[in-house]
């Protein structure tokens, strides 16, 4: 398993919980897709299955959508502040995963109150 430091020092806003169905999209010279761990105003984090030891580039897009729900955050821009690769225990033949971190960029007038509305609701 691994650790990150939940210190306050290091937190401007407190962590969420995301909704199960919650899923992220990383869009830059490689597409990563999955689930919502937890978000903030700040940014999210995200786990993802990976084949390859190629890291993300560090400036890229976001999408967020729920499955089964009517709804859609797209195209945010992120800056990458980690990519964790998650030790699991159990066998080889399970696919091996990642957790990233990411930090959200600028949002346009549309994308605040969609981040909003997926932070109260889901």
């Known amino acids: 398993m691994f650790t990150i430091?939940?210190?306050?020092?290091?937190?401007?806003?407190?962590?969420?919980?995301?909704?199960?169905?919650?899923v992220a999209v990383l869009c830059g010279h490689h597409y990563k897709i999955g689930p919502v761990i937890?978000?903030?105003?700040?940014g999210l984090a995200f786990r993802?299955?990976?084949?390859?030891?190629?890291?993300?580039?560090?400036?890229?897009?976001?999408?967020?959508?729920?499955?089964?729900e009517d709804f859609y955050l797209r195209t945010v821009p992120v800056k990458i502040v980690y990519e964790i690769e998650e030790n699991s225990e159990t066998p080889i033949t399970t696919p091996r995963m990642k957790r990233?971190?990411?930090?959200?960029?600028?949002?346009?007038?549309?994308?605040r109150p969609l981040l909003k509305q997926f932070i109260r609701n889901y």
């Open 5 to 22: 430091k939940e210190n306050s020092e290091y937190r401007r806003h407190r962590r969420l919980k995301a909704k199960k169905g919650a």
């Open 38 to 42: 937890d978000i903030t105003w700040g």
């Open 48 to 68: 993802y299955t990976y084949d390859d030891e190629k890291n993300l580039e560090s400036d890229c897009r976001l999408s967020i959508f729920l499955t089964g």
């Open 100 to 111: 990233c971190g990411v930090k959200f960029g600028r949002l346009t007038d549309c994308q």
